[in-house]
C-alpha cells in the first residue's frame, strides 16, 4: 500500500460519484458470499429501532431504509445527493411511517427543531475523514434526546471481497480505486475501524456501548450519554 497525503478528494467530487454511481450502487449487495450476513442484518436493524422515532443519516439508495423501519414508530432519511434519493423513495416502505429530507450529513440543517430518540447511519462511518469523526458525532448527537439509540453498521476488510486498499495518508485515512461503468476510475476514501477505535473516539458522550461483528461487516451501537 502507498503511503502518502496528497490534497483530499473535494467532496463535491464525491458527491458526483455517487450520483452516477447511484443507478447500480446496490450491485454490492449481490455478493454471493454476503448474503447469509445481510439477510441477518436486516432482521438485526428491524429490531433494533423497534418504536422509535429514527433520523438516517446518508441514506444512499435506501437499502436499509425499509429493513430498519420495518418497526419503527417514525422515519427520517436524509441524504445530500436527490438521484440516490429517488431511488431510496421507490423501496417497498413501511406505510405512513418513513419520509425523506435533503440535508448534509455533516451539518444537518433544514430540520427545523426537529429531535429523535435513534439515530442511524450505515455505511456513512467508513467514508468520514479520520479528522472529522468526532465533529460529526457531535452533530449527530446535537439532534437527537439524551438516551436515544445510535447504530452505526459498516464493512470489515476482507481479502478476495473487499476492494484492495491503495494508499494511507499521513492521518491514517485509506483509500480504495473505483471503476464505474462509464470507465472512470475514482479515489474512494474507505476506513475499516476496530471496535477499540470506535468506542475511544465516542469516549463519554456514549453509554451501553455494543458491538457487533458478521463476516464482512460490523454494527457498532450506544445510547447517547446524558448532558449537563
Known amino acids: ?10 467532496a463535491a467530487d464525491m458527491v458526483d460519484y455517487y450520483r452516477r454511481r447511484a443507478a447500480y450502487y446496490e450491485r ?5 458470499e454476503r ?9 438485526w436493524v428491524a429490531e433494533a429501532f423497534r418504536g422509535r422515532r429514527v433520523l438516517e443519516l446518508a441514506c444512499g439508495t435506501g437499502w436499509w431504509t425499509p429493513h430498519g423501519a420495518r418497526h419503527c414508530e ?5 441524504d445530500l445527493n436527490p438521484e440516490t434519493m429517488a431511488l431510496a423513495r421507490e423501496k417497498p416502505l ?10 448534509d450529513a455533516y451539518a444537518l440543517a433544514g430540520l427545523g427543531e426537529r429531535r429523535f430518540d435513534a439515530g442511524f447511519a450505515g455505511f456513512w462511518w467508513s467514508h468520514v475523514p479520520l479528522g472529522r469523526l468526532s465533529a460529526w458525532i457531535d452533530t449527530l448527537h446535537a439532534r437527537l434526546e439524551d438516551g436515544a439509540r445510535v447504530v452505526v453498521m459498516d464493512n470489515r476488510f476482507v481479502p478476495g471481497s473487499s476492494l484492495p486498499l491503495d494508499r494511507l495518508d499521513a492521518e491514517g485515512n485509506s483509500y480504495q480505486t473505483r471503476e464505474l461503468d462509464d470507465g ?3 479515489e474512494v476514501l474507505k476506513n ?7 468506542q475511544a473516539l465516542l469516549g463519554a458522550r456514549a453509554s451501553d456501548f455494543g458491538w457487533t461483528e458478521w463476516t464482512h461487516y460490523w454494527a457498532a451501537s450506544w445510547r447517547v ?3 449537563g
Request: aromatic share 8%; no cysteine.
Open 1 to 10: 500500500m502507498d503511503v502518502s497525503n496528497p490534497p483530499p478528494t473535494p
Open 28 to 32: 454490492v449487495y449481490q455478493k454471493p
Open 35 to 43: 448474503q447469509a450476513d445481510l439477510r441477518a442484518m436486516e432482521a
Open 74 to 78: 417514525h422515519w427520517l432519511a436524509t
Open 94 to 103: 413501511p406505510p405512513g411511517k418513513v419520509e425523506f429530507a435533503i440535508a
Open 184 to 186: 472512470s476510475l475514482h
Open 192 to 198: 475499516f475501524p476496530t471496535r477499540e477505535q470506535v
Open 225 to 227: 450519554a446524558p448532558r
